[in-house]
């Protein structure tokens, strides 16, 4: 079975950081793409950033470019997202997902929430 | 770059078809065959239920379908029933990657 679990969120001030992990399991990781998708509570779906197999390629929002890092770990089935210098903006469920090429996004985790206020 | 543009609700009876169309550019939507669809249940994460405009993930159901025309693609849910109300969302392949703006459709 196919999961994809992520953690880390909750309230940070603003200007602050915050490091979002996903841990993934039942399909090969270390061959996938991904992607960190965000929704704003009661909003819309909003593409953050995506990453190639070997980290080599990084794509990102324009918005966060500069403030997140995306990485993973391929040895420990994870991918992170690193936030700095929050923003009130920023607050969202953060969603890690697989995208098996070209944006189709076939598998989810839950999404962790954060909230950036003061 | 502006989110594609759907409609904000959509609705229809149950045994009803209902479209929700995806309208974007030449450069995205207009631009190649990757453009792909979710289903989201209240408090649940997004679901693939069409990519590349026409394929179906296994265990979709075939009253969902896809097509496209110019830089509009569109979303048919064949067949109506109540499980289907949800919020559905179009995903454009690109940098950035753009997300249509999202459609509530309704079952009466």
């Known amino acids: 079975e196919v999961q994809l679990v992520e953690s880390g969120g909750g309230l940070v001030q603003p200007g602050g950081s915050l490091r979002l992990s996903c841990s993934a399991s039942g399909f090969t990781f270390s061959t996938s793409w991904m992607t960190w998708v965000r929704q704003t509570p009661g909003k819309g779906l909003e593409w953050v950033t995506t990453?190639?197999?070997?980290?080599?390629?990084?794509d990102f929002l324009d918005s966060v470019n500069g403030r997140f890092t995306i990485s993973r770990d391929n040895a420990k089935d994870s991918l992170f997202l690193q936030m700095e210098s929050l923003r009130a903006e920023d607050t969202a469920i953060y969603y890690c997902a697989r995208d098996r090429a070209y944006s189709t996004l076939d598998y989810w985790g839950q999404g962790t929430l954060v909230i950036v206020s003061s | 770059q502006s989110a594609l543009t759907q409609p904000p609700s959509a609705s229809g009876s149950p045994g009803q078809s209902v479209a929700i169309s995806c309208t974007g550019t030449s450069s995205d939507v207009g631009a190649h065959k990757y453009v792909s669809w979710y289903q989201q249940h209240p408090g649940k994460a997004p679901k693939l239920i069409l990519y590349?405009?026409?394929e179906r993930p296994s265990g979709v159901p075939d009253r969902f379908s896809g097509s496209k025309s110019g830089n509009t693609a569109s979303l048919t849910v064949s067949g109506l029933q109540a499980e289907d109300e949800a919020d559905y969302y179009c995903v454009s392949y690109g940098v950035p990657r753009m997300f249509g703006g999202g459609t509530k459709l309704t079952v009466l």
């Open positions: 590349e405009v026409t």
């Open positions: 990453i190639n197999p070997d980290g080599s390629t990084k």
